[in-house]
């Protein structure tokens, strides 16, 4: 039986080789656990036979799909999923709160993943166990601080989050991270931060960000905050890595 399958190509994308690829072969593969398909640029639909695959672990993606099916919780013994893409948003369906064995969920830097805002009554009473997600598009979220209530379990995250969630004199200001418990490393970044430095609430109420304890790595870039803040940072007692990349702070002073 074959528990590990690869798949590889050097034929370009554009070539209709790849929208033809023989998925008709994979329903001989119900064994697999490790299917790896990051090799090859999937010019289609998400494949329905993958679905079928009830005893995968682990599944590497890549493709022009924008959005993974309701019947991805099929794969019931799935562990990691990694999809990679060049549309800039992959929606996960709700029913992924239901994936008890999932652990890790990561997208590429040109896949943002964003939940579905309808998962938010499909299962209320759900709490994910996951450890690492990323990334984590929380300004497409109606309500984010429930998806990370529900994320509370996470010992690894990279976030974006938007200007305007940032910004507003609403209840979407930054996001409540201190509800990751047991989060140990956050990467947490804006879309773009052209006129950030104006922002009112970024450098008069950064006091409020609230980061978890637990926290080991931070990575921030492209917030701009005062160098104030690092004064909500340094009471960081687990803090052992620190990042600031591209526009992490402004000011001329430390």
């Not at 998925?23 to 640029?41: D, V």
């Not at 639909?45 to 959005?67: C, D």
Request: glycine share 4%; proline share 4%.
């Amino acid at each position: 039986y074959l528990y590990s399958l690869l798949v590889s190509s050097e034929i370009r994308r554009n070539q209709s080789y790849l929208k033809s690829v023989a998925f008709q072969y994979f329903h001989s593969f119900k064994l697999l656990h490790i299917l790896n398909l990051e090799g090859i640029y999937l010019d289609l639909s998400f494949p329905e036979v993958i679905i079928s695959m009830v005893h995968l672990r682990y599944l590497a993606i890549q493709g022009s799909f924008t959005a993974i099916p309701l019947s991805i919780a099929n794969l019931w013994n799935l562990r990691s999923i990694a999809v990679k893409g060049l549309q800039p948003l992959i929606c996960l369906p709700e029913t992924i709160w239901t994936m008890r064995n999932l652990k890790h969920v990561h997208a590429s830097e040109n896949a943002v993943i964003s939940l579905d805002d309808l998962e938010l009554e499909y299962s209320s009473m759900l709490v994910s166990n996951m450890k690492t997600f990323s990334t984590l598009a929380l300004h497409h979220v109606a309500d984010p601080e429930k998806v990370l209530r529900r994320l509370s379990g996470l010992q690894k995250l990279k976030c974006i989050v938007s200007l305007s969630q940032l910004c507003c004199d609403n209840e979407n200001q930054f996001p409540a991270l201190a509800y990751l418990e047991n989060l140990q490393a956050l990467t947490l970044y804006t879309l773009g931060y052209e006129g950030l430095a104006s922002c009112s609430w970024i450098h008069n109420q950064f006091h409020t960000f609230a980061f978890p304890s637990t926290l080991k790595k931070l990575t921030v870039y492209k917030l701009g905050l005062p160098w104030r803040a690092m004064s909500i940072i340094r009471q960081l007692p687990k803090l052992e890595v620190l990042k600031l990349r591209e526009e992490a702070f402004r000011g001329k002073r430390w």
